[in-house]
């Protein structure tokens, strides 16, 4: 089945969606990173949606989703956690299995440990823990605050292969594809990325709040962590702790990537969907 864009009016916002799958097979959450948006999964969600119905969002403020007039209130970790929610409830999803990069990580951490923990069968978190050092923080919000421009399709790519080098070995179409959907013109005709730069300007004046170890203790889903050897968002010394704490969960190390594996070749996808179900063999049965 092909994939199919829908666009959801959530909590005042227009949400969009990318479908994958049979509605009626076990539902799927994969939810990007922090500047990124919901096409970094098209070649993980295709392989997965043989199995799942999977939902691959764009969060508000980047892709073909609103932004904000009221960014301060919107672009955090619990209203993303509350958004993703309403998202299960307009399809009618009771329960879903959570894959989270980065960002993406935090709110399946939210979700499972704090908002809506019995909504949550399985969760996969890409290349984040808990909390996040500060040094990599002060990384992010150095290379994403500014936006690049381009003239050409061609130079954003040439950025982009360079700037995401971390995520790891991965085919041309993958760059591509990417660089097609990262990006929007301007008034001015030329390219920039495709998101909202106020999401950085929230995430550096509320650091406080991405310490979730107290949430991430309370999780009961059956958990798996990724990641990559040379990350600098998710670091050893973390991983160790998170194997000893709430889920604890297996770890498993890609040594070819740094922050975040892009997991978009078919041996990583097929691992991926092995994780899947191995945890759904742990999960409990509904009540």
């Excluded at 990124?36 to 999964?41: M, W």
């Excluded at 203790?217 to 600098?232: F, Y």
């Excluded at 740094?258 to 969907?273: C, I, K, Q």
């Amino acid at each position: 089945m092909m994939p199919r864009s829908a666009y959801l009016p959530l909590m005042g916002h227009e949400l969009h969606v990318m479908e994958w799958g049979e509605p009626t097979n076990p539902a799927l959450v994969m939810w990007h990173g922090l500047a990124r948006n919901g096409r970094d999964f098209d070649e993980l969600a295709r392989a997965l949606s043989e199995t799942h119905f999977v939902l691959c969002p764009d969060t508000i403020g980047r892709g073909f989703s609103s932004w904000s007039d009221a960014p301060e209130v919107d672009y955090v970790l619990p209203n993303y956690a509350r958004m993703a929610m309403e998202m299960l409830d307009h399809y009618g999803i009771a329960r879903a299995a959570w894959f989270g990069t980065s960002m993406g990580g935090q709110i399946g951490i939210t979700v499972a440990g704090d908002v809506a923990p019995e909504r949550i069968t399985a969760l996969v978190i890409n290349d984040i823990g808990p909390v996040v050092p500060d040094a990599a923080l002060d990384r992010i919000v150095t290379y994403s605050a500014d936006l690049p421009t381009f003239e050409r399709l061609t130079a954003a790519e040439s950025w982009l292969r360079e700037g995401y080098v971390p995520f790891g070995p991965a085919h041309d179409t993958f760059w591509r594809r990417m660089a097609e959907a990262s990006v929007r013109r301007r008034a001015d005709g030329r390219l920039t990325l495709h998101y909202d730069p106020r999401i950085i300007e929230v995430l550096d004046a509320d650091r406080g709040a991405m310490d979730l170890w107290s949430i991430y203790d309370r999780i009961s889903a059956p958990t798996h962590v990724i990641r990559g050897l040379t990350s600098d968002l998710l670091t050893e010394e973390i991983a160790t702790e998170m194997t000893g704490r709430g889920p604890k969960p297996e770890v498993t190390v890609f040594d070819t990537c740094g922050h975040a594996p892009s997991l978009s070749s078919p041996e990583d996808t097929a691992f991926v969907a092995g994780v899947l179900r191995q945890l759904a063999e742990k999960a409990p049965v509904a009540g």
